[in-house]
């Protein structure tokens, strides 16, 4: 389906050159007297490559047909991550390439939409939030607290965020998938 240049989005999938491509990053750029252009990171969905494009605003792209299903995380190999359609119960697998640095944030029987095309999976979309394990962080140290701050913490699936001095090990925190900062804490 057609759409112009001035639609792109983060996280769409494009037709460019006969080959799907991943919005990467989008920046629209209006140079003094010159049109409007939107200067595009795009990934190769086949072989991962990044590369920059730039499209005049008007331009016409083509937005590739897009299926979108919720799957099951099941279980992960060494490169192979299994999921399962909560629908059908038809089980895929991906590619570690696929899953690039979501795999942090992922848990077994975690709910994720896994985008399709002609069938074939070419990316997940995580949940806004996850609820991850400290695995290690420094002890909290009377008076801390009071300037405010954070230490880094590694949290299970081996993600380093800034969490609040109070957090210790083994407490759970709340993390934005987007953007891997903390956003709460949990309990334990």
């Known amino acids: 389906m057609p759409i112009t240049a001035n639609d792109l989005r983060k996280g769409m999938i494009i037709l460019f050159n006969n080959e799907l491509c991943q919005v990467v990053e989008v920046e629209f750029v209006r140079p003094g007297n010159w049109r409007a252009m939107a200067q595009t990171k795009l990934r190769s969905v086949k072989t991962g490559a990044i590369f920059q494009q730039r499209f005049q605003t008007t331009e016409k792209v083509e937005e590739a047909a897009v299926e979108t299903r919720t799957m099951q995380f099941l279980y992960a190999t060494e490169h192979l991550y299994y999921f399962m359609d909560v629908q059908t119960y038809d089980q895929i697998e ?95």
């Open 94 to 188: 991906m590619n570690e390439d696929f899953i690039g640095d979501n795999k942090k944030f992922l848990k077994e029987q975690m709910e994720v939409v896994v985008k399709l095309h002609e069938g074939k999976p070419i990316g997940i979309e995580l949940p806004s939030s996850v609820e991850l394990e400290v695995i290690e962080t420094s002890p909290n140290i009377r008076g801390n607290t009071a300037s405010g701050g954070g230490k880094p913490a590694t949290l299970e699936g081996g993600h380093v965020t800034t969490v609040p001095f109070f957090v210790e090990v083994g407490e759970r925190v709340r993390v934005d998938t987007r953007t891997g900062e903390y956003l709460e804490r949990v309990g334990k």
